[in-house]
Nanobody, 126 residues
């Protein structure tokens, strides 16, 4: 049974930082490209960041480039999203995802991925 269990998130003031984690089990973690998506109230889900199986290639949405950093530790079966200089418009539910059949670049326009985490709320106050 594949599980993506998210942790981190919460409430932070604008300009602050948060770090999300996504712990995977039930799969061969290093065989999966991983990504983060988010969905704000009343808005469509959007791509945030993605990372290749080895961790050597990353992609970011323009809205978060330079502020967010995606990383992974294949020895710990865990992916991270370090979020700095947070803005109120970053407020959303964040989801980690995993996909075995596609590269990390796929996540930028993905409509379907293999697995989703449970989601975690990030709220940035102004």
């Amino acid at each position: 049974q594949v599980q993506l269990v998210q942790s981190g998130g919460g409430l932070v003031q604008a300009g602050g930082s948060l770090k999300l984690a996504c712990a995977a089990s039930g799969l061969t973690f290093s065989s999966y490209a991983m990504g983060w998506f988010r969905q704000a109230p009343g808005k469509e889900r959007e791509f945030v960041a993605a990372i290749s199986r080895s961790g050597g290639i990353t992609y970011y949405a323009n809205a978060v480039k330079g502020r967010f950093t995606i990383s992974r530790d294949n020895a710990k079966n865990t992916m991270y999203l370090q979020m700095n200089s947070l803005k109120p418009e970053d407020t959303a539910v964040y989801y980690c995802t995993a996909d075995a059949g596609n590269s990390a670049s796929y996540f930028q326009a993905a409509s379907k991925v293999d697995y989703w985490g449970q989601g975690t709320q990030v709220t940035v106050s102004s």
